[in-house]
């Protein structure tokens, strides 16, 4: 794994699609949930003007991830 690679990768949480597609970020986050059984949610994750906002979300909870974890559950949540 190259360095650019794991910054990346301590940056957003990446999926590699069956189709060789790589996801990263709130897409990733969407993928998921669409594997996982929620694919309605995944769906409407997906939209235009919902998308941004999922896109929006995720950087600010990865970027506040230490603050929102003491928040939630008493702890840091370091990756």
């Given at each position: 794994?190259?360095e ?55 950087r ?20």
């Amino acid at each position: 794994m190259t360095e650019e690679v794991r910054a990346a990768c301590r940056a957003a949480v990446h999926v590699m699609t069956p189709e060789g597609r790589l996801l990263s970020g709130g897409a990733a986050v969407a993928f998921i949930l669409g594997e996982i059984g929620h694919r309605r949610v995944s769906w409407i994750m997906t939209r235009p003007v919902i998308r941004n906002l999922v896109e929006w979300g995720y950087r600010f909870v990865a970027r506040h991830r230490r603050w929102i974890g003491r928040l939630v559950f008493g702890k840091d949540c370091r990756t």
